[in-house]
């Protein structure tokens, strides 16, 4: 068999298997950003409120989205080895342990609201922003419970089911948003709290609606019959909390680490934490595609896995990752040949575009990085090795990232550019950790 055709057989069922993800993500980019535009039709206030509150609340709620993709490999490998009733054991343990854990990890977030008028935000922004805050972080509740079915169904390779929850709770959240923002169709108008009511609404139809088509598909009838056979387990539970957590820290840490930048780049004036955030914008959208492939990956590799198809479970990897470089190598020329024309979409200040502009370089030259570690982060999940790439990724940001972007951008002078030179180390040393160890442990004894 030629290399071409090793890999073939496993682009297409790969790009199945992400695009449902990919498009749920886009969803949820498209709520965050039509909840800004209504949010800043009602002025400067309540639009900083509504920025200041998700900034904290986003560091606690991609820990739990995290913490419940532990769930994934575990039944991906059950399911791929043919043990069925594994899978729905594993799924009973996510129902009691991931709610335990976001309830926990709800009560942390709402201590939370009690330390924000010290965060130096102007004191209107933390009083409109602190009701609002407190209406997120219950809605965290029913998130983590969508997400325990969301990703039960990906294990068992189904990605399309969550979709389609996820945009039709999407479509749900912006209506919601136009009727209680501004008190239409007899509605009062609630303003800010509006947003935040429709988007505990939109996530608690979300669970609701994911019980409703596990009682009503037959996808799942054979789970339904047989997971009262299931016991809950301490041990198991323990196992998966143990797998979950690491997962939540490898996504808490790339969210931190970019918040720091961020913070750092204020620090260099307006102008650059302008560039920045426009900047930031396309590598985040590049991201999202790369982030879906990953995903995609770590369901297939777990069910190889539990086939015991090593050479094939190298394949779908290697053939997730020819896609993801294929994808990011574009975007990256299209980074540097539109570097002016790009953050000029955003902004008509000449001094913004031209640090953007310097920024699409360094961009452009980590989508390859980016692409490359996600993906074998994805990899490494399914094979349920997580421990050792959430501790390289403390080293690859905060060991390197942000200390060298510091040190370009105020000891050496290198302004903006200096703290994306940070991030192209950090993205450039972990995705070459992660390769070599996804090839160590699948290597041949």
């Known amino acids: 068999m030629t ?17 449902p993800v990919m498009l749920s993500q886009a969803g949820q980019m498209i709520v965050v950003l039509a909840d800004n535009l209504m949010v800043g039709r009602l002025g400067t206030v309540p639009l900083a409120a509504a920025s200041f509150a998700n900034t904290v609340f986003v560091v606690g709620m991609v820990f739990g989205i995290g913490m419940v993709n ?29 709610q335990g854990a ?42 983590v419970l969508f997400s325990t079915f969301k990703q039960f169904a990906e294990g068992l390779g189904n990605t399309r089911i969550a979709m389609a929850i996820t945009v ?21 108008a609630m303003g800010l709290m509006g947003a935040g009511y429709a988007t505990l609404t939109a996530r608690t139809m979300m669970p609701l609606l994911f019980i409703w088509v596990y009682f009503k598909f037959d996808f799942f009838s054979f ?19 143990w797998l979950g957590i690491p997962i939540g820290g490898q996504h808490f840490v790339e ?37 879906g492939i990953a995903a995609a990956t770590t369901v297939k590799v777990s069910q190889f896995v539990g086939q015991g198809r090593k050479e094939a ?24 040949i539109f570097r002016n024309a790009l953050p000029a979409l955003f902004i008509k200040n000449e001094e913004v575009i031209a640090i953007a502009s310097g920024l699409m370089l360094v961009a452009g030259a980590f989508q390859l990085f980016d692409g490359l570690q ?42 903006p550019l200096g703290i994306w030179y940070g991030y192209l180390l950090g993205l450039f040393s972990i995705s070459l950790f992660l390769l070599l160890r996804f090839r160590w442990l699948t290597k041949d004894n």
């Open 3 to 19: 290399s071409v055709n090793k890999y073939k057989s496993h682009y297409r069922p790969n790009l199945i298997l992400a695009t």
């Open 70 to 98: 532990g769930l994934t490999p575990l039944v991906g490998k059950a399911y791929g080895g043919g043990h069925k009733i594994m899978a729905a054991s594993w799924f009973k343990q996510g129902l009691y342990a991931f």
């Open 102 to 143: 976001g309830l926990l990890l709800s009560m942390i977030l709402w201590l939370v609201s009690y330390l924000m008028p010290f965060m130096g935000q102007p004191e209107a922004v933390v009083e409109a922003a602190l009701p609002y805050y407190r209406v997120l972080v219950v809605s965290m509740l029913p998130f």
């Open 168 to 188: 039709t709770a999407n479509i749900l959240n912006i209506f919601l948003n136009y009727l209680w923002i501004f008190g239409k169709a007899g509605f009062p």
């Open 223 to 241: 789970y339904r019959s047989h997971i009262s056979k299931t016991r809950f387990s301490w041990s198991k539970s323990l196992r998966l909390m």
């Open 255 to 291: 969210v931190l680490a970019f918040s720091i930048g961020s913070i750092m780049m204020g620090w260099l004036g307006a102008s650059a934490l302008a560039a920045h955030q426009i900047v930031l914008s396309f590598a985040s959208f590049t991201f999202m595609v790369a982030q």
């Open 313 to 336: 479970l190298r394949a779908t990897t290697f053939a997730s990752l020819h896609l993801v470089l294929a994808f990011m190598g574009t975007s990256a020329i299209l980074f540097v």
């Open 374 to 415: 996600v993906t074998m982060l994805g990899a490494l999940r399914g094979l349920e090795d997580v421990r050792l790439p959430f501790r390289m990724l403390l080293v690859a940001y905060f060991i390197l990232a942000l200390p060298v972007g510091w040190f370009f951008a105020f000891v050496v002078n290198a302004g």
